[in-house]
């Protein structure tokens, strides 16, 4: 770690004055003001309103072709919107050619050079940009030092593994000294395993690189979640949700975040009351359930009751109020959960649970208990555009 933060206070300065930087402007954030892309007639990104503020990661994830590479590829500069402004710090890049923007992108499919060596690849960016080779005798193996792969510099591509690649591919990207660093589905090319194991480096490189200002695509909520300071969740071309992973996850603020993001059981409940606002009772069919009543939806509404299926529990614990008594529909073992459907009032719902020695069988009668404080109301968004 220490030997890393060393590579890397030397890519972007000691700390204190990487801090400073950051408290001091804004050379980093991304804004995108209203920016609309259109491929011929076809509207795919509508008024986009985004900011990634200097230092963070913001995950933009959504259903394919929900518009989050277009809005990725506004920002490289290799679509041109047809409306908005996009700005990297105080300069408005909107039509700045992809090399003037001082970024570093990263794509699914690696894309090195399969004729160069490693090190050639690294290098890369940097002689393009005209560096001297005094600079790029430093740069390449601080680059590759950063993302674990200073033992490779002379192998080529095609002797390497798709985790292997892919880091030489971010280690070119971090070379030039990006202000902003893109990344379209980074580990969507990789195994299941490597990718977990690359999602934990990416986590340590941005602790690493802390004035790094990532934006990163991806469908995958795992890696949004693990990754990102914000997320926002596109459909159809337009941002539908974006708030701070937490929130996102624990108060989605309509029924395709809430079932986007974390798979949510989404339980329709009529005649909301309580009066402190927080906090809201609700009826399901006969059932009065309690919940949290974030989003202040009004008195009497009819709305959706989120419930993470983790948030179910067998046993009732002290806090646990709520509960609801149904039928076992479908059991799953899958190692380290048991997976449970069950059926209330023609509602299929689910629960996750550490392994269970006895999991109840298919057809039998199942309570399940859970805390008004772990679920949240969703607006029903019955416009859904
Ligand atoms: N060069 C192009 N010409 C015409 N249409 C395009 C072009 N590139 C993208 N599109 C369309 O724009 C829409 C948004 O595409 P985009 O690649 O941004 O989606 P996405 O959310 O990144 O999807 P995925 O997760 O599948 O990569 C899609 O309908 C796509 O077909």
């Known amino acids: 770690m220490s030997g890393v933060m060393t590579v890397s206070e030397k890519v972007h300065g000691s700390a204190s004055a990487a801090q ?40 933009l994830i959504g259903p394919s072709g929900s518009g989050k590479t277009t809005a990725l590829r506004a920002v490289a500069g290799f679509v041109r919107p047809s409306a908005g402004r996009i700005t990297i710090g105080d300069r408005d890049v909107t039509h700045l ?17 399969p004729h160069m060596r490693v090190e050639e690849n690294v290098a890369f960016g940097l002689r393009a940009k005209g560096a001297s080779e005094d600079i790029i005798r430093a740069r390449v193996p601080e680059s590759l030092a950063m993302v674990g792969m200073a033992p490779y510099t002379k192998r080529y591509p095609r002797e390497l593994s798709g985790g292997q690649q892919q880091r030489v591919a971010i280690a070119r990207a971090l070379a030039i000294r990006p202000q902003v660093l893109l ?19 990416l986590a340590k490189l941005h602790r690493d690189l802390p004035n790094l200002t990532v934006l990163y695509v991806t469908h995958d909520q795992t890696e949004a979640l693990t990754l990102a300071n914000h997320i926002g969740i596109m459909r159809g071309g337009k941002l539908k949700a974006f708030g701070s992973a937490q929130s996102l996850f624990r108060h989605p603020p309509n029924r395709f975040a809430a079932e986007f993001l974390g798979r949510a059981n989404l339980i329709p409940v009529t005649g909301l009351d309580g009066a402190d606002g927080a906090r809201a009772g609700v009826k399901f069919g006969a059932q009065a359930l309690s919940a949290q009543n974030h989003h202040r939806l009004a ?16 046993q009732k614990g002290e806090n646990d109020t709520n509960s609801l008594t149904g039928v076992v529909q479908s059991v799953q073992w899958q190692g380290d959960v048991h997976n449970i459907t069950f059926e209330v009032a023609e509602q299929v719902l689910r629960m996750t649970s550490a392994p269970m020695s006895n999991p109840p069988e298919p057809g039998a009668s199942i309570t399940v208990h859970f805390n008004p404080a772990d679920v949240t109301l969703v607006p029903e968004d019955k416009v859904d555009g």
Do not use: W
Request: glycine share 8%; with cysteine; charged share 20%.
């Open 20 to 59: 400073g930087a950051v408290a001091g402007n804004t050379g980093s954030r991304i804004g995108f003001e209203n920016v609309s892309v259109a491929y011929g007639s076809l509207v795919v990104l509508e008024s986009l309103n985004l900011t990634v503020n200097p230092g963070e990661i913001v995950a």
């Open 97 to 113: 050619p992809p090399y003037e923007r001082n970024i570093g992108m990263v794509v699914q499919n690696y894309a090195l050079f």
């Open 183 to 201: 990344l379209d589905e980074p580990l969507s090319a990789l195994d299941a395993q490597i990718r977990r194991s690359m999602l934990d480096e």
């Open 299 to 314: 008195k009497g509404s009819d709305c959706l009751l989120c419930v993470r299926p983790h948030d179910f529990k067998l």
